[in-house]
């Protein structure tokens, strides 16, 4: 049995990390904010940890923390422009943010060692720590999520006019989304850096993006849950449709477009409405039973 985990542990640790790739792009969607820049921002906490651990000897833990902390301020500063920006406009602005970074990475060969990438990572981000650092970012967005700062950013996202008449600042939570969007990214980008023993630029382009994005979609962007379900779903289907051989992309496309017609809101969500919808209903029979 143990034999048998171990054999799935690198599948494992893909899901946990894309979980944090989805749980900053959850946080920018749930602000409605359509940015779609997590890629970039792995890709700066990817490199930057890994240009100090193999070029300059620092240890794994304030490696990994220096490219977070790097994510964040460049999430900070792009946050000010963005957060004027509305619709396609924001996720055009971040795609460009995305292709910026990853050419950075590919043609500055004096630091990034251009389209070869970063070799030599020592694996610091075993399965154990990154268990530990998904559940700790899971229940810091869902103690987020229960404050004022998450139902404000329910109202931005429901409709930013009827938020704005509340007095909520619209500008301020959505910089403060994608701040920590930012964060989030740039964490499982040193995380993934400290897993895979290597990285180069072609890791964080158009293939991220929309892996990311669509774990968030398809997970849901307001449950807890959400970013964990999405990116297993999106990360085990493709292991257990390996038997349709030449048909896979085929049959795994298919069942992503059912569960997204079926499931508009996304899995965790919609499961998480149902159950409440259950709830009420039994609230409500219980209480014509107690009137009758």
């Not at 240009?51 to 964040?72: D, K, Q």
């Not at 996304?266 to 609230?283: F, M, P």
Request: proline share 3%; net charge positive; with cysteine.
């Amino acid at each position: 049995m143990i034999d048998y985990l171990l054999s799935y542990s690198s599948v494992l640790d893909h899901v946990l990390i894309y979980a944090l790739l989805a749980m900053s792009q959850a946080v920018v969607l749930r602000a409605g904010t359509f940015s779609i820049g997590p890629a970039a921002f792995a890709a700066l906490g990817a490199y930057t940890s890994a240009i100090l651990a193999v070029t300059y000897g620092w240890p794994a833990p304030l490696a990994i923390a220096c490219g977070m902390l790097l994510a964040g301020v460049v999430s900070a500063l792009m946050a000010y422009p963005l957060s004027r920006l509305r619709g396609v406009f924001q996720a055009l602005a971040t795609l460009a943010l995305v292709q910026v970074i990853v050419t950075l990475a590919q043609n500055w060969d004096g630091v990034t060692n251009g389209v070869l990438g970063i070799s030599g990572i020592p694996k610091a981000a075993t399965t154990g720590w990154l268990l530990l650092i998904v559940a700790l970012c899971t229940l810091l967005t869902w103690r987020l999520g229960r404050f004022s700062l998450g139902r404000a950013m329910d109202v931005i996202r429901a409709d930013e006019t009827v938020a704005v008449s509340l007095g909520i600042r619209v500008a301020y939570h959505q910089r403060l989304a994608m701040t920590l969007s930012g964060l989030l990214a740039g964490l499982a980008g040193a995380l993934h850096a400290f897993n895979s023993y290597a990285i180069s630029p072609e890791e964080f382009g158009f293939g991220m993006l929309v892996h990311t994005l669509a774990a968030a979609v398809l997970g849901g962007a307001t449950s807890i849950w959400g970013p964990l379900v999405g990116s297993a779903v999106l990360t085990t289907l493709p292991e257990f449709v390996r038997v349709f051989a030449d048909y896979r992309g085929v049959v795994q496309g298919g069942l992503l477009m059912l569960i997204i017609i079926y499931l508009p809101h996304g899995i965790a969500d919609t499961l998480a409405s149902w159950r409440q919808e259950r709830r009420l209903q039994r609230e409500v029979a219980l209480r014509e039973g107690s009137t009758a």
